[in-house]
């Protein structure tokens, strides 16, 4: 079972605020990850990180900043949180090594920002 | 651009027939694929994954793998209500990040 966790688990904040969402491993993995996933759409990769201070915009553009000072901590952050963030956020992480590797996913965050 | 493709469903099937889930891929590069389940609301969970060419079992559930034909699948057998959830496809060329298609709904009736 992977040990990836994710907080909070639900989260409702006004428009404007400016908020983090945390991400941690236990795995000693190198390779951590931010999905971005509308209900019933597809998952969307927004921010990856390869190590302690890589970080890589993903596929899906966003305003989102990341940040990776510590290879078990990797948390997103919106300065300015506004009603199209609205989503679920998925955090993963993998091992460094081949690419073979599967992605471990945390149970998610689910944002509202009304 | 990296193409995962997979029909959206919902695939129905009885309980204890085999559901059939079908992925394609555009990048001939592609070397490992991953298949997930997601249930609604809640994140995805690694069901199989696959290297090579060919079929991969376990218990239930069957891999398939065809690179010449850009084409992977998963065969459930014995479906059961509980194995009700969407079924995404994952792929990786090399050292790249996954891509993900949309998912395949699968409802299995009692």
């Known amino acids: 079972e992977a040990d990836i966790y994710q907080t909070p688990r639900y989260l409702v904040i006004g428009t404007g605020k400016k908020i983090t969402l945390e991400c941690s491993q236990t795995?000693?993995?190198?390779?951590m990850y931010w999905y971005q996933q509308d209900p019933g759409m597809e998952l969307h990769l927004i921010h990856y990180?390869?190590?302690?201070?890589?970080?890589e915009k993903g596929d899906l553009s966003s305003e989102s900043t990341v940040s990776r000072i510590r290879t078990e901590h990797f948390p997103l952050t919106l300065e300015s949180a506004r009603p199209s963030h609205t989503s679920q956020y998925l955090c993963?992480?993998?091992?460094?090594?081949?690419?073979?590797?599967?992605?471990?996913f945390g149970n998610g965050t689910r944002l509202t920002v009304t | 651009q990296k193409e995962v493709e997979q029909n959206s469903g919902p695939l129905s099937v009885p309980e204890g027939a085999i559901a059939s889930l079908n992925c394609t891929y555009s990048?001939?590069?592609?070397?490992?694929f991953f298949w997930y389940r997601q249930y609604s609301g809640k994140s995805p969970e690694l069901i199989m994954f696959?290297?090579?060419?060919g079929d991969k079992e376990d218990g239930r559930f069957t891999a398939q793998l065809n690179k010449a034909s850009q084409y992977v699948s998963l065969l459930i057998r014995d479906s059961q209500p509980s194995d009700s959830a969407t079924y995404l496809c994952?792929?990786?060329?090399?050292?790249?990040?996954?891509?993900f298609g949309k998912g395949t709904m699968l409802l299995v009736s009692p």
């Open positions: 994952a792929v990786r060329a090399g050292y790249s990040t996954l891509t």
């Open positions: 990180s390869y190590g302690v201070n890589s970080t």
């Open positions: 696959i290297y090579s060419n």
């Open positions: 993963a992480s993998s091992p460094r090594g081949t690419g073979l590797s599967p992605l471990h």
């Open positions: 990048d001939r590069g592609s070397q490992s």
């Open positions: 795995m000693g993995h190198d390779k």
